[in-house]
């Protein structure tokens, strides 16, 4: 910026880089300050409180060998290691303290929005644009879905491995000859750190190469290692680490996937600029073709969007790389490889710094041609609008994080803003189900599966409501029906079972039981409901060996070595 323009304001404050760390730190503490007490919610209910495999240090090749949700006997094709091994370090730290989740959310959002202020100050060395940028990501509210919300910090595992490897390589190619290769394979790790963090991570060789060409700089030749980790990680995805999902392609063709993105691309360009309504379950319906009226104002905006685009890269460097940075950040949301959903917000993490880096950027290269006079009167004006979006932007946040503070009011939130969504009706039934409200749960579940009738997991809840309120014969009916819409889902077999238990009809009972067991070995409640089901039927060898293997897979299971122990006591008084 050239003097008289708004760097000359906050040069001495962000020249200082210890300085802009700090008020980074400061900003994001203050705006999620009332997030930290908040409960767990949604899938943290699986990947935490319910998860034994974080909970046994002895598992830890499996978090390297499994899908995400392997330990909670749920199914997803969902590869993320270093997720789960960052949870289990946490449960080895604080168990199942919600504040030293949420500390470590934080943390991680912290760490990126330092990220992308030392990845833009390096590519530029415009301290203050960087700086500028990196606060409004810090406070923004859009953010909230990942930072809130404890299983969504794969986001940001992956985005700071994302920002981190693209500022280290930038890094080893000013460095002096000794430390540049320490710099090189750091970026290297930070790309990997990435990929094992969300499937997400593999834009970052796409975003670091088209981030070069924008830059007009670095030899693109040194992205082969990248390319090279890519390819490897691609082929073990594709193979070994293939699992089954719980989640089937919709069946809508790539056409239609693609002009509803559009639609899609359109709605988050304008949550970023005015964030409203924002909650972790959004979605918009299919596009029915370039007759629909959506289709075609969303195809309007990106026409102008790119014009936009166009002029920016014609006037500003700054600006057409924070565009770069989020067009490319976004296409692994374009749902090419279909998605569980057509919308989200959390989608906007990575990407998001680009939009707001093209905004200041733009503003900044702009403002710094105009004449002297000029030049400060609209420097001036443009820091003042900054301070008042970055004010706003902090309260939002402040007030969204009040929303995850009530899960029913949470989930209400979602039903309202997104009537058609059968996720949000789902988990409304599921905290319904755990308060032992059976006929609200059955009520919930009943309009999830309205709205999407090939929703298993709604069916097998639907099905567990009714065995709680003992209507046995719907509820195996229901599961049944889950099961029709996908049989490789071990826990729908043990909720099978469970019904079939208090029905009498034990052979079924096993059979359901063991097919769970086939399709997960590592299945708990499995283990210890068929050692139930053989001490009540008076097989107590069987039973033994039951909760025998469930203690070799989880030593720390409590049910089965307390089943154990009265197994124990039974025998020892029948011997007296």
């Keep these: 910026m050239t003097p008289g323009g708004w760097g000359a304001r906050i040069r001495p404050w962000a020249n200082r880089p210890w300085a802009v760390l700090i008020s980074l730190t400061a900003a994001a503490s203050l705006a999620y300050a009332n997030a930290l007490r908040n409960p767990f919610m949604w899938d943290d209910q699986y990947l935490i409180l319910d ?14 060998t499994q899908h995400l949700y392997y330990g909670t006997a749920g199914l997803s094709n969902f590869y993320r290691p270093l997720q789960t091994l960052l949870l289990m370090a946490e449960h080895a730290l604080w168990g199942s303290n ?18 992308a202020y030392l990845l833009i100050a390096e590519a530029f060395g415009r301290r203050g644009v960087a700086a500028m940028t990196a606060v409004l990501f810090a406070v923004h509210p859009i953010n909230s879905t990942v930072v809130d919300y404890v299983s969504s910090r794969a986001d940001s595992q992956a985005a700071l491995g994302a920002m981190a490897s693209f500022w280290m390589l930038l890094k080893a190619e000013s460095a002096s000859r000794g430390s540049a290769r320490f710099w090189y394979l750091g970026s290297i790790a930070a790309f990997v750190a990435a990929l094992l963090s969300k499937e997400l ?13 924008a830059l007009r700089r670095g030899r693109l030749r040194r992205l082969w290692p990248f390319w090279a980790v890519l390819a490897v990680y691609a082929g073990l995805r594709l193979t070994v680490l293939s699992f089954p999902s719980s989640s089937p392609d919709p069946g809508v063709p790539l056409g239609l996937r693609l002009l509803t993105s559009a639609e899609a691309l359109v709605r988050l360009i304008g949550l970023m600029a005015a964030p409203r309504a924002i909650h972790v379950e959004k979605g918009i319906p299919f596009s029915s073709g370039l007759s629909d009226p959506d289709t075609l104002v969303a195809l309007a905006g990106l026409a102008l969007a790119g014009a936009v685009a166009w002029q920016v890269r014609r006037r500003s460097r700054l600006g057409w790389f924070g565009i770069v940075w989020f067009a490319v950040c976004l296409l692994p949301m374009s749902n090419i490889v279909p998605l569980n959903t057509t919308l989200a917000d959390h989608w906007l993490y990575l990407p998001g710094p680009g939009l707001l880096l093209a905004v200041i950027g733009t503003a900044a290269d702009l403002i710094g041609r105009l004449p002297e006079g000029a030049r400060r009167r609209a420097a001036s004006a443009a820091l003042v609008c900054w301070v008042i979006v970055f004010a706003g932007f902090g309260a939002l946040t402040v007030r969204q994080n009040r929303i995850w503070s009530d899960p029913e009011q949470f989930f209400r939130l979602a039903t309202r803003l997104s009537p058609q969504s059968f996720r949000a009706h789902n988990e409304l039934g599921v905290l319904y189900l755990r308060r032992e409200d059976y006929a609200r749960a059955i009520e919930e579940f009943t309009e999830a599966v309205r709205l ?3 929703f298993d997991q709604a069916y097998d809840n639907l099905g567990t409501a009714y065995d709680h309120a003992g209507e046995l014969k719907k509820a195996v009916a229901v599961h049944r029906r889950a099961l029709e819409l996908n049989p490789n889902n071990p826990k729908t077999y043990n909720n099978l079972g469970n019904a079939y238990f208090k029905m009498g009809a034990w052979d079924q009972a096993i059979e359901a039981y063991s097919k769970a067991l086939t399709l997960n070995p590592g299945y708990l409640a499995a283990y210890s409901n068929l050692g139930a089901l053989y ?11 039951m909760w025998e293997r469930a203690l070799a897979v989880d030593p720390n299971f409590s049910p089965a070595r307390q089943n154990l122990q009265l197994l124990r006591n039974d025998q020892s008084e029948a011997g007296r």
């Design 535 to 545: 001490f009540q039927r008076g097989q107590p060898d069987q039973a033994r060996r």
């Design 51 to 64: 998860n034994p495999l974080i909970r046994d240090l002895a598992r830890l090749p499996d978090v390297f």
């Design 452 to 454: 999407n009738p090939g």
């Design 201 to 213: 991570g593999a834009v970052t060789p796409f975003w670091i190469a088209a981030g070069l060409l």
């Design 98 to 115: 919600v504040f030293g989740y949420h500390l470590v959310s934080l943390v991680v959002h912290v760490l990126c929005a330092w990220t």
